[in-house]
Every structure is written in structure tokens, then in C-alpha cells.
């Protein structure tokens, strides 16, 4: 029997031994519970972002915009972006590019209000511009779908959105040439300061 006094008797020496580890119990659970909500709160977050980048899940439609005219006598607008450098997606080889780009765009007012959204521009650059290959880029026709493909997700960040730029690159008149790039009411045009692919 004194070995089974023994704990009994421990346990009376410390009374708050058994509320303490209730104490850490709940403490973990709401722990547990908390994290959870917050994990539940980023996956939704993440699912809206992917929803609104995927393009078959768009359900705007697609506003046209008309392409802006030029006013005689009024100087272009230009506003250069610093160089993106970056990893080509080949897949045997360890390729880099480094691209400069420069937008013309539509007035000096739609020049400040896009340098309010650049960091979200640049990064949906980035990302359009590391999925590409050398192969893709080094032809003419290459670069030019590339500044279609810029221009529709410079404006993504201003609300804006463009038709896919395969229905960009249709045939006018199924002669085989391909328009070029349009405007919008914010960049008229996308022009390449530098085009280096390593």
C-alpha cells in the first residue's frame, strides 16, 4: 500500500499540477483552431487571386476600348521601366534574358496612373516573361506577341482587361500577316530598349 500512496500523495502536494496541464491542453487546441482559420483564410485569398488570373474562369466580358489618337503637335509619352532579368523556362539549358521595356502610353495623366500600380505591373511581367523560351523570343513574330502579351497584363492591375492575345495575332484578311499590338486607353504601345538572350 505505500506504493500506492505514493502519487496521491504527489498529487496533493501539488494541487495546481492537474489544472495547469488542462490549462496547456486548451491553450493548444485554441491554438490548433486558430491556425487553422488562418489556413483556411489563405487558401480561399489564394483561390480568389488564381480565379482572377485564370482566363478561363474570367467572367468579364471583354470591354473594347478604343484606341487612342494621337494629338499633332503633342509630344509622345514614354515611361521606361527598369530592366527585367530573368531565367528562361528551357528545359536543357540555363538560359537568361535581360529585356528592357519602355510604354508608350496615352497622355501624362495615364503615365502617373499607371507608375501608382508598377510594382503589380512588373510582377505580372515577371511572371509572363519566366514562363517564356528562347526559342519563343528569338524570332520576330515571337517579340511581337510578347508586347501583346505585356501590354494585356500591364493593365490587369488597373481593372482592365484585353482579348487573349491569340484573337490579337488573327488573320485580318487570311493572308498570313498579323496585326499589330493595340492600344488601350492607358498604354498605346510597347516598345523593347533592350532584348539580350544569353
Not at 489563405?42 to 478604343?66: C, F, M, N
Not at 531565367?87 to 503615365?111: C, H, W
Not at 488573327?170 to 486607353?185: F, L, V
Amino acid at each position: 500500500m505505500p506504493a500506492a500512496m505514493a502519487p496521491a500523495a504527489a498529487d496533493a502536494a501539488h494541487p495546481n499540477g492537474g489544472k495547469k496541464k488542462k490549462l496547456l491542453i486548451v491553450l493548444a487546441v485554441l491554438a490548433l483552431l486558430v491556425a487553422a482559420a488562418v489556413a483556411g483564410l489563405l487558401l480561399l485569398k489564394q483561390r480568389q487571386a488564381s480565379a482572377y488570373y485564370d482566363d478561363e474562369i474570367d467572367e468579364v466580358p471583354v470591354q473594347e476600348v478604343a484606341r487612342p489618337r494621337t494629338v499633332p503637335g503633342q509630344p509622345p509619352v514614354f515611361l521606361p521601366l527598369e530592366p527585367f532579368t530573368f531565367n528562361l523556362s528551357d528545359k536543357n539549358v540555363e538560359r537568361y534574358a535581360q529585356i528592357g521595356i519602355t510604354f508608350e502610353m496615352t497622355s501624362p495623366e495615364a503615365a502617373e496612373r499607371l507608375k501608382a500600380y508598377l510594382p503589380a505591373v512588373r510582377s505580372n511581367i515577371l511572371m509572363l516573361l519566366m514562363h517564356k523560351t528562347a526559342d519563343e523570343l528569338l524570332d520576330r513574330a515571337g517579340k511581337e506577341r510578347l508586347a501583346a502579351e505585356i501590354l494585356r497584363e500591364a493593365v490587369r492591375p488597373l481593372g482592365m482587361r484585353m482579348p487573349p492575345v491569340d484573337a490579337e495575332f488573327a488573320d485580318d484578311d487570311g493572308s498570313g500577316r498579323r496585326r499589330a499590338p493595340r492600344g488601350n486607353a492607358v498604354i498605346k504601345a510597347v516598345h523593347f530598349s533592350n532584348f539580350i538572350i544569353q
